[in-house]
């Protein structure tokens, strides 16, 4: 059973631009978290998908930051006009459909961008 | 404010001593408790979870408690391994409405000694 999959694991853009970020959750596993780790800080929640519909996206930026888990295909972390200070280590995690109310996350392994 | 707290930056130990990590919150009132392990460049990996209604939690080397009265998790590997040697992460996931939204305290490195 394959884990969470990120790509691309290295991401470089110029400021400016746009960055995608793909995250394929592991096989049965119908929620979606994104976190950001900035360089010395702790992962940070971003926002938390199901498929097709957004659960919570407190922790998003109000700006150029969007997400969506499709029906079909990867969930996609969005980022426009990046700036420098996006520059992070962007993860992405699983669970599986919820039994009782445990939830066990599964990581993938994380997508650095960096903004020159 | 909510905080989370672990309680050193770095720790570190011989080889074959048990290795105790403490993770404290204030202003909050988690469903849950989780503890991650993260080697560097790589994502958090899930150790163990335990519920505000549980004490204590083993598995294999690794034991946690969980004071609610308190407010803090101990993290203990007992006959620590170099291999061990690693961040660990402690998340509080508050339940309810906020269910799943895990907040992940700063990480405290372990570096066990040979």
């Known amino acids: 059973n394959a884990g969470v999959m990120q790509n691309p694991r290295h991401l470089v853009r110029r400021r400016g631009q746009e960055a995608r970020l793909r995250c394929s959750p592991m096989k049965g596993h119908s929620h979606v978290y994104w976190y950001r780790q900035l360089p010395e800080e702790g992962l940070k929640f971003m926002v938390y998908?199901?498929?097709?519909?957004?659960?919570?996206e407190s922790g998003m930026p109000k700006e150029r930051f969007s997400a969506e888990f499709p029906k079909e295909g990867p969930s996609i972390l969005r980022i426009q006009q990046v700036v420098r200070g996006d520059s992070a280590a962007y993860f992405c995690?699983?669970?599986?459909?919820?039994?009782?109310?445990?939830?066990?996350?599964?990581f993938g392994p994380g997508t650095r961008l960096t903004v020159l | 404010s909510q905080k989370i707290e672990q309680n050193s930056e770095a720790l570190n130990i011989q080889e074959g001593k048990t290795a105790t990590l403490t993770c404290n919150y204030t202003?909050?009132?988690?469903?849950?408790l989780q503890w991650y392990r993260q080697d560097p460049g790589r994502g958090p990996v899930f150790l163990l979870l335990i519920r505000e209604n549980e004490k204590e939690k083993r598995k294999e080397r690794l034991k946690v408690t969980f004071d609610t009265t308190l407010k803090q998790s101990l993290f203990h590997i007992t006959a620590s391994q170099p291999a061990d040697s690693a961040t660990y992460l402690c998340a509080l996931d508050a339940g309810g409405t906020s269910y799943g939204k895990l907040t992940f305290g700063q990480g405290t490195i372990l570096t066990v000694h040979p």
């Open positions: 998908l199901q498929k097709e519909n957004i659960i919570d």
């Open positions: 995690a699983s669970s599986p459909r919820r039994q009782g109310s445990t939830d066990t996350q599964y």
């Open positions: 202003n909050y009132s988690p469903a849950y």
